[in-house]
């Protein structure tokens, strides 16, 4: 089992929809989780840090589920600007951090 | 400058050369990594500092060198290129540790023929 695994998509959505992804992790012991988000042919940039109570930003969502060992990004009222990859990102330990292979999402008019 | 910068932007090579892609960053980050990017296989580390100084060894790290001789600077050395190092390679910073958040630089794509 990969330790951070993502469903890789994509995932295709009109304007206006609610979208939601999941990235499970396998080391139980992780303590950080964030979201990133890379445009095509782009850099990663970092969108949320996701923490143990839940985080809303505008209209992204981020979510832990520690039982399960999954964390879920949620957006809202879908944007065309929303269209690019997400990468899920977990902390293995000793501050050391493991990208997902990422999801990718069409928002279409 | 501001940020973090990447040269080249792409390269093709040929296979057995030697080649040596840049990094800077001038937000006076301790720490700094090279990741490669494939498709399907996510972004994996290929080595990272935490400090000026001080390097250490990441998922994927054969084949690749690297020095940090400065704050600024974290070169990474392909010492003899082969085919299946071709992909986009982006150098990263961050204040202290892979937990804080990460600023990429824009990637070089690198083909080696």
């Known amino acids: 089992r990969k330790e951070v695994e993502q469903d890789p998509g994509p995932f295709n959505v009109p304007e206006g929809a609610t979208v939601a992804f999941n990235c499970t992790y396998s080391?139980?012991?992780?303590?950080?989780f964030f979201w990133y988000r890379q445009d095509c042919r782009k850099e990663p940039k970092l969108l949320m840090s996701?923490?143990?109570s839940g985080n809303e930003d505008g209209r992204f969502t981020a979510q832990l589920n520690r039982a399960s060992q999954y964390i879920s990004l949620l957006i809202r009222d879908s944007k065309l600007s929303d269209s690019a990859t997400y990468l899920c990102?977990?902390?293995?330990?000793?501050?050391?951090?493991?990208f997902g292979a990422g999801t990718r999402l069409f928002v279409k008019a | 400058i501001a940020g973090i910068t990447q040269a080249p932007t792409s390269q093709i090579l040929a296979a057995g050369r030697r080649m040596t892609l840049r990094c800077t960053q001038d937000?006076?980050?301790?720490?700094m990594y090279w990741y490669r990017q494939d498709l399907g296989l996510g972004l994996r580390l290929i080595h990272y500092?935490?400090?000026?100084?001080?390097?250490g060894k990441g998922e994927v790290p054969d084949g690749y060198s690297v020095s940090r001789a400065n704050t600024d600077d974290f070169p990474l050395t392909l010492a003899s290129a082969v085919p299946s190092q071709t992909s986009v390679y982006f150098c990263?910073?961050?204040?202290?540790?892979?937990?804080?958040?990460?600023?990429f630089g824009p990637g070089t794509r690198l083909t080696v023929l």
């Open positions: 990263a910073s961050s204040v202290d540790s892979q937990v804080d958040e990460q600023f």
């Open positions: 080391n139980s012991a992780s303590q950080s």
């Open positions: 996701v923490y143990s």
């Open positions: 990102v977990v902390e293995t330990g000793g501050f050391k951090t493991i």
């Open positions: 937000m006076r980050h301790n720490a």
């Open positions: 500092s935490n400090t000026a100084g001080t390097t």
